[in-house]
Structure formats: structure tokens, C-alpha cells
């Protein structure tokens, strides 16, 4: 397998007019070749994903779906120091991003886990490549398969204990904040329905499955009247709406959003409270506090609802 690769970006090499994208797709095919002699299912891999909050790695590796394993950034092949790249903005950048993160010049691969190296191995001499335009002898294939199947385990966690299972919690809401929430609510002072719908599809997907569209609160200011002052604050449970005045309310709150306190406070009552007599002129972002509020309730339930299996199998295993 690491031969056949070498060969092929040898050949891209000696042409004489490849750039750094040229070689993207003999990466892209050993990905695949590992991923099937390996008997890991389910792999795709994005070329130039879109772009992300902290930009955009070379390659997504991903199902196709729901579930990212992680992102490879690709440098040139003539690039021979890793060293200088790594320490780069936009590496540093990646690093506190993405927490599964491979960087290679298609020779040498360094795999990172939140930021740190933790792998790192050449599969042939960049030099040789360069210098003699012959493709080199593979080495270290063995060190080369540990490395990416560290990569793919990212993937496939194995949560024995609470600690662990906040953990993965944890990079599931890093990816959500970073690479989702952030693009939905990119554009300053746009969002309606379409964006909070992709907004609710990424918590469902990325972070809690069992997610509905009423525990999301997707709610919208509305009323007929003209006045936006904040005077008779009041909940409707009845009809899931917040009432502001008289007249003007956000709908599909749920009981549950509504009584929600942090610190001993009634996070979307103290809001208005705070703002009593102004005119409510930051509509959106109330809006979105009901939208941060509705998913953390699901997250705690999930949280709630999956710890007693977490310490169950933790004990389990212990005593095997």
C-alpha cells in the first residue's frame, strides 16, 4: 500500500507542474485502501471542506453523515521541516480546534490529540523524492498504521468512567461550537427560521441524538403590536410564550427553559427583568439564550440519563 503511494506522488513529482493539490488525491486514496484493509466501514473523505470558524484543513474525515473522525492539513512535498509549520499560526490555530489532527508533507505525518503531538513517523525519505526523483523505500510501515489507526479511533471511544465520558462530551461540543453554531450564526444580525432549524440539526447530530425540534425551543419574536418596551413580563405555560407586554411574547418556550437557574437566578426571567423599561432591541440574541438554555437542559438529561450505564460498566469492568 505505502509503496503504491509513494510511486504515485513520485510520478505527480517528476511531471514538473504539480502543485501542493496535485497530491491531494493519492492522500484521499490511501485513506480509502488503510480504511479497507483495516475492516473500518463508513469512511468518507472531504477534499477542501468547507470553511470553519478556524479555517479549513486540507481534509475531513468523516462518515458521510453524522460522525467526524477527524482533519488532515496537508503542506507540500518539497516542505522538509514539519517543525516550523507546527509552530505556525494557522497550525496553532488548528490544534486548539480540531482535537484529532494530522499534519503531513505526504512523507512525514505528526498526529495530534487536543493540541498536543502524540505520533509521529516518515514513511520514506522527502530527499530522495526531491533530490534523486526516484520514489524512495518505504520505512516505518508498521509506526505508519499505528498512527493512523490512533487517528481512527477518535471515532470509536471507549468510555469506561465519568471522566471519560465528559471528555468525549467535550470534543463533541468543540466540534459543535467551532465548526457548526459558528457558521450558522456567521453573518451579523441574520437569523430566522432556516438558520435556527440548521442550528437545531447540529445539535441533533453532533451532539444529542435524541434532540426534538419542541425541547429545541425554536422560537420566534413576534405580535402585531408596534411597541417593543419590556413592561409586563409574564409566561404563558399554556401556550409556551414569554410575554414582554401585552402584545409582543417569543413562542416555543418550554415550561422547563422557562424555569431554567443559573447561580439561583431564572436565567430567561432575570434577562428581561434586568431590562425592564427598554425596548426589547436585541430580539436575536434573546433568542438565541432560549436556543443555548433548551439544548443544555437536553445535554444534562442525556448526561443524567447515560452516567448510572457509564459507572455501571465501570465497575463491571473493573471486576472482570
Request: glycine share 6%.
Amino acid at each position: 500500500m505505502l509503496k503504491d503511494y509513494l510511486s504515485r506522488i513520485q510520478d505527480t513529482i517528476n511531471k514538473g507542474d504539480a502543485r501542493e493539490e496535485s497530491y491531494y488525491s493519492h492522500l484521499d486514496s490511501l485513506i480509502k485502501e488503510f480504511a479497507i484493509e483495516n475492516g473500518i466501514k463508513k469512511i468518507d473523505v472531504t477534499i477542501l471542506p468547507k470553511k470553519t470558524e478556524a479555517g479549513n484543513p486540507d481534509f475531513r474525515v468523516w462518515d458521510g453523515k453524522n460522525h467526524i473522525t477527524g482533519y488532515i492539513e496537508a503542506k507540500d512535498p518539497s516542505v522538509d521541516n514539519l517543525d516550523r509549520i507546527e509552530e505556525s499560526e494557522q497550525l496553532t490555530r488548528y490544534r486548539s480546534t480540531f482535537p484529532n489532527l494530522i499534519l503531513t508533507n505526504f512523507y512525514e505525518f505528526r498526529l495530534y490529540r487536543d493540541g498536543e503531538l502524540v505520533r509521529k513517523v516518515t514513511i520514506g525519505r522527502q530527499r530522495i523524492a526531491q533530490k534523486l526523483k526516484t520514489a524512495p523505500p518505504v520505512e516505518n510501515e508498521k509506526e505508519f498504521n499505528d498512527l493512523l489507526g490512533t487517528f481512527f479511533s477518535f471515532s470509536l471511544p471507549q468510555v469506561r468512567s465519568a471522566k471519560a465520558l465528559a471528555q468525549e462530551l467535550a470534543k463533541r461540543t468543540r466540534f459543535l461550537r467551532d465548526e457548526v453554531v459558528s457558521i450558522e450564526l456567521a453573518v451579523e444580525g441574520r437569523i430566522g427560521k432556516r438558520d435556527i432549524m440548521g442550528f437545531y440539526e447540529a445539535f441533533r447530530k453532533y451532539l444529542i441524538g435524541t434532540l426534538t425540534e419542541r425541547s429545541f425551543a425554536i422560537s420566534k419574536y413576534q405580535g402585531e403590536s408596534e411597541n417593543d418596551r419590556i413592561e409586563g413580563i409574564a409566561y404563558d405555560e399554556q401556550k409556551g410564550r414569554i410575554y414582554i407586554n401585552k402584545n409582543k411574547y417569543f413562542d416555543g418556550i418550554t415550561p422547563e427553559d422557562w424555569g431554567y437557574k443559573i447561580g439561583g437566578y431564572q436565567v430567561l426571567q432575570k434577562y428581561l427583568k434586568d431590562r425592564k423599561g427598554r425596548n426589547m432591541d436585541d430580539s436575536k440574541h434573546y433568542s438565541r439564550v432560549i436556543t443555548a438554555i433548551s439544548a443544555t437542559i437536553e445535554l444534562q438529561r442525556e448526561i443524567d440519563e447515560t452516567y448510572p450505564l457509564v459507572e455501571n460498566e465501570l465497575v463491571e469492568f473493573l471486576s472482570a
